[in-house]
């Protein structure tokens, strides 16, 4: 049985390269900028989870594509991803049962959204994620001073 080099890492035509590394790095770095916003608040899940988990959701994405996977299928790959990653997005939240407060709601729901920044990114479609992070990095940034919890 003989294999060749092809056979093992199918790479792609130049094009469709550069497509896939711009995929996969603009992921990363969205992901990174609410990440960073996140670790400079000093929450659980900082710059480092944020990029992998958009990172992630970008390969969960660009594989099946890349593979020959239909478009109307990678629907179920989006659904497996979005019920997921609310196991990681649970693992951040805490109640405290001497005050009864709970904390790490905003850091589940900013891996939840780099979640689905990494998944859009990752179909190809870059304007909407990064309007997107625009809008949470306002959002995370600008908006705690009116955060009762701080």
Known sequence: MQISLD??????????????VIRICTAALLGGILGAERERAHKAAGLRTHMLVALGCALFVLFPAESGMATEELSRVIQGVATGIGFIGAGTILKRPDSGDVQGLTTAASLWLTAAIGLAVGAGQLW??????????????????FDQDR
């Open 128 to 145: 909407l994620p990064v309007i997107s992070v625009a809008c949470a990095w306002v959002i995370l940034s600008l908006f705690r001073r």
């Open 7 to 20: 056979d093992l890492f199918h790479v792609p035509d130049a094009a469709q390269m550069v497509r896939v």
